[in-house]
């Protein structure tokens, strides 16, 4: 730097020196109105928008495959990509560690690299072109993040462009920019940055889209997490409806388990009662459900032990029974089962009738359960199976299931039982009885469309 242009620049400080604004208060009192309108964006966005909850952490399923942070998925991505290199595929630190470090001293060094005293963006070609390839690409490499990598026939040609648009464009570009920097003068040099930076973002959007628009949408599992207490306790209700009741009742108070193959006449403790309620803690009840008790008869339900049950699910479980049983615990307010109807309302399988089968009929009516083939998992399930089919006629008030939820037994000719009272262990209550009594004889639908169709033109059931 020669003393004509350290004159001019010392002549500019003194200028801003002279008219600009102080630290204090100017700089601080920006910063300060600044971080005040961060922090109540967060706050709002806490609030009006949250985080999608997640369930437990469960060691035992194998199938969970762990993604990080949003913040984070550009690298992850390109570590995906730098795989798809057949001799260096395997080595993940090269692609998780020494690129990002080559990257980070690359940026280090780049002041001593691009030593212009001047500080006009005109001017700082070089070092704005790296950081503009650089977050072009830690965009472009988030949005793709969830889009795989295969290379079959459907995936093939999105993978492809995935890699041109991750790897080779950038790497390209990064060579280009620093060529142009050493072997071309100031104003050529600067010519082929802006060039090879403008043209390299380009393509990596236009890639990026193309990936976007032609990659098949991947299929996300939802996964339902209670994030309320009450949330908690019917989500508990519904999984002890299936798994639980059968051998212990609706309420915890069976004794004696009947009509349970293989556990017949089975002797156990009530499960509602004070002597487990306030001997067992919720880890405790936890670990029995997760492993069973195998000299008692009761198998393992937690995945942990070959089961199908998660960890979050058996702790709603868990938190059923102790706000629905334990008198130390008051019963948080609830939502209905299903929504109350209205005078001459139909009732649909999707809101009102799925429901009330996941609360009262799954448990027994699923498959590897003694129910003569008569499933209840699905509408045509509960239409259609069955030995004794069909269960249910539409505007029938005889058929066998509206008959065995109101306290009748279906005898045979020599007047023997061959179906018993649904549920054996409960009563229905009569809203219960009601919704199925109106959802039969109003045609049985399925959706609620078709539901709100018919109930302008179905006249209430007298019974």
Known sequence: MNEETKKK?????????????????????????????????????????????????????????????????????????????????????????????????????????????????????????????????VVTLTLIADHPLKWDAQYRLTSLLQVISGLIIPTAAYLLLFLFSFLLKDQRASQGMVLTAGLSGVLMVGLTASVLFLAPVPEVEEVFVANTLPDRVVAGQDLYSIHCVECHGDDGSVTVIEGVEGLDGTVTSPISGMDVLYTFTDATIANIITYGQQDLGMPPFGKAAGGELSVSEIDYIVTFMRYSWDDRFEMPEIPELFPPLAEGEVPSYEVHIAPIAKRFC??????????????????????????????????????????????????????????????????????????????????????????????????????
Request: aromatic share 10%; with cysteine.
């Open 9 to 137: 620049i010392n002549q500019k400080y003194e200028h801003k020196l002279a008219h600009g604004e102080r630290f204090w208060p100017d700089s601080l009192y920006k910063d300060a109105v600044v971080a005040l309108g961060i922090f109540l964006l967060l706050i709002l966005l806490a609030t009006f928008v949250g985080v999608p909850g997640e369930p437990k952490a469960d060691p035992s399923d194998a199938t969970y495959v762990p993604r990080p942070e949003w913040y984070f998925l550009f690298l992850f991505k390109f570590l995906a990509i730098y795989g798809q290199i057949p001799v260096l595929g395997r080595i993940e630190w090269i692609a998780a560690v020494l690129i990002p470090g080559i990257f980070l001293i690359v940026l280090t060094l780049l002041p001593f690299i691009e030593k212009k005293p001047d500080r006009h963006y005109s001017k700082r070609v070089l070092p704005i072109s790296v950081m503009g390839i650089f977050v072009v690409s």
């Open 362 to 463: 799954i448990s027994c009516h699923r498959e590897g359960k003694d129910n003569n083939n008569y499933l209840m998992t699905s509408y045509d399930e509960i239409i259609h199976s069955g030995d004794s089919a069909p269960n249910l006629v539409a505007g029938d008030a005889e058929s066998i299931l509206l008959k065995v939820i109101q306290e009748q037994n279906i005898l045979d000719e020599n007047g023997e039982e061959i179906i018993g009272v649904m549920p054996p262990k409960s009563v229905l209550k009569p809203d219960v009885v009601d919704v199925w009594v109106r959802w039969v004889m109003a045609g049985m639908p399925e959706t609620v469309d078709g539901a709100a169709a018919l109930s302008d033109i179905v006249e209430p059931v007298e019974r």
